[in-house]
């Protein structure tokens, strides 16, 4: 978008509309190229920026999996242990009833027989 720079009627009537006019031109031109080049610059920032931003997330998605990984590998283990000890439990569960039932068997054959 050029600029409309409106000098000084005393600089017009110094110099003239047309060297005025050049200089309204050279200032649009100069302008229009600093535009462009901090055009240019936005862009190659912002693409440098998506750089790193993808580059970032595509860490974080790797450290994610490695930490889901050994969460799973976890998981499975901590299982394995729950269910050792589960069984343990019902060796010993049934071992305490066996007792408890050839006991009281045993104590009501014996008061029976009396």
Do not use: C
Not at 27 to 45: E, H, I, K, W
Not at 48 to 55: D, I, Q, V, Y
Not at 83 to 112: C, D, H, N, P, Q
Request: aromatic share 12%; glycine share 6%; hydrophobic share 45%.
């Amino acid at each position: 978008m050029p600029v409309t720079a409106r000098l000084s009627k005393r600089f017009y009537d110094r110099f003239g509309d047309d060297i005025a006019g050049e200089f309204v031109d050279w200032f649009n031109a100069v302008d229009s190229t600093y535009q462009q080049q901090l055009r240019d610059l936005n862009d190659l920032n912002w693409e440098r920026f998506k750089a790193e931003l993808h580059s970032a997330i595509a860490q974080s998605e790797a450290r994610m999996i490695e930490r889901m990984t050994r969460l799973e590998v976890q998981n499975g283990q901590l299982e394995a242990r729950v269910a050792s000890k589960f069984s343990e439990m019902m060796k010993w569960m049934f071992i305490y009833w066996s007792g408890t039932v050839l006991s009281l068997g045993g104590l009501m054959i014996a008061l029976s027989r009396k």
